[in-house]
């Protein structure tokens, strides 16, 4: 059974920053892309930043770049996104999810929701003012 398990959010200040992690388990961790989404109260779930399986592409949502930093540790089966110069804004529940991309280069990394085949349950980010 496939399991993406996220961590490391709560409350920041605006300009904090935070740190979450996504364990994941019953899978091949090394051969899924792994991508990071969110979903503000009323609001549509929304792309945030995703890594290629091979870890050398990254791609990020123009709302996050520069202040995001996504990351991935084979050896221990964890993506990261690290949350730098938070704003009020990137309030969300946040979501890590992986992608087999059969068809796709190992360098690729998906922006599209519909790629993911598995999502964790996510972890409540909260960015005051």
């Known amino acids: 059974q496939v399991r993406l398990v996220e961590s490391g959010g709560g409350l920041v200040q605006a300009g904090g920053s935070l740190r979450l992690s996504c364990a994941a388990s019953g899978l091949t961790f090394s051969r899924y892309a792994l991508g990071w989404f969110r979903q503000a109260p009323g609001k549509e779930r929304e792309f945030v930043a995703a890594i290629s399986k091979s870890g050398s592409s990254t791609r990020y949502a123009d709302s996050v770049k520069g202040r995001f930093t996504i990351s991935r540790d084979n050896a221990r089966n964890t993506v990261y996104l690290q949350m730098n110069s938070l704003k009020p804004d990137d309030t969300a529940v946040y979501y890590c999810?992986?992608?087999?991309?059969?068809?796709?280069?190992?360098?690729?990394?998906?922006?599209?929701?519909?790629?993911?085949?598995?999502w964790g349950q996510g972890t409540q980010v909260t960015v005051s003012s």
């Open positions: 999810a992986a992608a087999f991309l059969m068809y796709s280069s190992a360098n690729y990394a998906s922006e599209l929701a519909s790629d993911y085949d598995y």
